[in-house]
């Protein structure tokens, strides 16, 4: 079948939370721009994943003008709880213009889609055997298979990889390229879907091993439980998943129907730089936090305005400054968040399971967790950082 060519400003490869931000900012803006999403609509819509919208998220989008698309199923931020040894601790952290919420990534994303769709986007799914072409000589191109089978080749200025850490976009990049930073937490996180109210709702430090129980939506909630590196979901029958939550929080739980669980080791990774040629890569293409801090969005939608006004001004300007410097742009806020990302994981972690990594580590950890509670200094800076505002 012969090649379908088209052109464009943007190939923005993914249509996750990055992808579609970046193409709505960029379309707002009279920048052209096609998106590819190898997965059907209705795949990428269902597929539930963090969804936190921190402060410097909110903010984001309002100053774009898209404070639309986080309406439709949110949840106050305010509404979790936190508890060691079973009991409710009393949480009294700086909320002077915190402005965090809990918006499902799946209703974020199909807020995304509904906007750039209406306002004539060029969204692609079921876009499949993608490659990379030209990224470092002349004008690149991505070359996809359509869902009709056909060859299409767009030709570009640029190409935004906003596929996730095991897509195709920094896979394009010689290894010779890349410095991989990564860093392997030794815990594991026993992640599970639930049909269920989100009751109770917050994080829990036990003897046990930590607990988390988080709203993903209307009769959905996420939980997490602390396991052994080397469990498997076959260990962790239904019985099993609501007793050791019930235990670790305390209290009774909301139960629903089991719909999903998996085993995550939790692991920190940065690449560097964070572009090659004509290719930039955001968000988890580039870098993963452990689900603890709940920066994954925070850091792909930072990417994504950086990588935006780089593009803007190149258009408006004819000035590549930005874009030369994305990476070193990007980079330090992604330390800052790496930092807070390891110290509040192994803190909430330390804290509870005896014998981790000895009683004094775990002494050590409740007095850290003691000090955001009754320092105005650690208070603050914890805050900051909590709503992405640092």
Not at 89 to 115: A, F, K
Not at 357 to 383: D, H, M, V, Y
Request: contains cysteine; charged residues 25%.
């Amino acid at each position: 079948m012969t090649d379908t060519h088209d052109d464009t400003s943007v190939v923005i490869i993914g249509a996750g939370v990055a992808g579609l931000t970046l193409a709505n900012f960029l379309l707002r803006n009279g920048i052209d721009c096609v998106v590819l999403e190898k997965h059907a609509r209705s795949y990428v819509e269902k597929r539930q994943r963090a969804g936190t919208i921190d402060t410097f998220g909110v903010r984001l989008f309002r100053e774009w003008g898209l404070e639309e698309v986080l309406e439709g199923d949110p949840i106050p931020h305010s509404e979790g709880g936190f508890y060691i040894d079973g009991r409710a601790m009393p949480i009294t952290m700086d909320e002077d213009g915190n402005e965090s919420l809990y918006c499902p990534q799946q209703v974020l994303v199909r807020n995304l889609t509904d906007v750039f769709l209406r306002e004539g986007g060029d969204l692609r799914y079921e876009a499949v055997d993608v490659t990379l072409e030209n990224l470092t000589e002349g004008r690149p191109s991505v070359r996809h298979r359509d869902a009709e089978g056909g060859t299409r080749a767009i030709a570009c200025d640029f190409i935004a990889g906003c596929d996730g850490f095991h897509g195709v976009s920094r896979r394009s990049i010689p290894a010779s390229a890349l410095t991989e930073y990564a860093y392997e937490h030794g815990y594991s996180w026993l992640s599970v879907l639930a049909a269920a109210e989100t009751r109770p709702s917050g994080m829990a430090i036990h003897e046990l091993g930590l607990a988390g129980m988080i709203p993903r939506g209307p009769g959905a909630s996420r939980i997490y439980l602390q396991c052994a590196v080397d469990d498997t979901p076959e260990q962790w029958p239904d019985e099993r998943i609501w007793s050791a939550l019930e235990a670790r929080f305390g209290t009774p739980a909301s139960r629903g129907e089991i719909l999903s669980k998996q085993v995550v080791p939790l692991r920190s990774v940065v690449f560097a730089p964070m572009s090659h040629g004509r290719l930039f890569l955001l968000g988890d293409a580039a870098h993963i936090v452990p689900p603890m801090s709940a920066k994954g969005i925070h850091l792909a939608l930072h990417d994504t305005e950086v990588f935006a006004r780089a593009v803007i001004r190149h258009a408006e300007k004819n000035d590549s400054s930005l874009l030369d410097s994305y990476s070193e742009s990007c980079l330090p806020h992604i330390w800052n968040y790496q930092a807070f990302a390891t110290w509040i994981t192994d803190i909430m972690h330390n804290a509870g399971l005896d014998g981790y990594e000895g009683a004094f580590k775990k002494q050590i950890a409740r007095a850290e967790l003691q000090r955001q509670f009754t320092s105005e200094a650690a208070n603050k800076l914890f805050s900051e950082l909590a709503a992405g505002t640092n």
